[in-house]
């Protein structure tokens, strides 16, 4: 599997935008970006995922340069409740397999 | 829906003693995975059942754990003896399988405290 690569931790003020940087240079073509999160004594809960067009849902943004080598998470109304660690994981198409690194800490603060 | 039940959530054992998690995976999903996190990392993957039969356990030491899911639902994770260095939390996830791309929806976990 492609690994990746994510800041250790990172601020954010509450109400503001989270842009959560993940590098994967060594991606291939039929891998899929995947972002996770694990709220404090919880299980890794799914956020978004995509190949190579940008997605959106009703938690996030998920925007993947052109060449696929990296990626931003962006969480668009922080709040509290988004204190996490967030996971960058690059998936291929057909296995099953999640493998995760250490992620990144993200703390809203008020 | 129900999400991914575990049980127990804490557990404090000795070394040497033995130890069983149960999972009951989301209704309907035939791939159930268990994972060890140990803490401040991110969760290893054990082992990976599709219905009831292991498609990856490459991961799970064989010597002291073991993994069932007889009827294709439930499923044990069990530790004998247990050593100091297992203390993590114990995770299950489930997931629909078939085609991917897909998610995979994580338990509470069981925090397993070795002494």
């Known amino acids: 599997d492609a690994k990746t690569t994510q800041p250790p931790s990172m601020d954010c003020a509450e109400g503001r935008a989270a842009n959560l940087p993940c590098n994967h240079s060594t991606i291939s073509g039929n891998e899929y970006v995947y972002w996770y999160r694990q709220i404090h004594s919880q299980g890794p809960q799914y956020i978004i995922h995509g190949l190579k067009n940008n997605e959106t849902n009703e938690m996030a943004s998920l925007i993947i340069t052109e060449d696929r080598k990296s990626s931003t998470l962006i969480l668009p109304h922080a709040t509290l409740r988004d204190t996490a660690v967030y996971y960058c994981i690059v998936r291929v198409a057909d296995d099953y397999k999640l493998s995760f690194g250490a992620g990144t800490t993200v703390t809203v603060r008020a | 829906e129900a999400g991914v039940a575990q049980s127990p959530r804490y557990k404090i054992i000795e070394k040497r003693q033995s130890v069983a998690f149960w999972c009951n995976p989301i209704s309907g999903h035939a791939t159930l995975y268990w994972y060890q996190q140990i803490l401040g990392q991110g969760p290893k993957l054990l082992i990976q059942f599709q219905n009831n039969g292991v498609v990856d356990d490459s991961q799970l030491p064989k010597d002291r754990f073991s993994a069932e899911r007889l009827k294709g639902v439930d499923s044990t994770l069990k530790i004998q003896p247990a050593k100091l260095e297992d203390s993590a939390v114990y995770l299950c996830?489930?997931?629909?399988?078939?085609?991917?791309?897909?998610?995979?929806?994580f338990g509470p976990g069981t925090r397993l405290t070795v002494t």
């Open positions: 996830a489930s997931s629909v399988g078939g085609r991917p791309p897909y998610e995979q929806y």
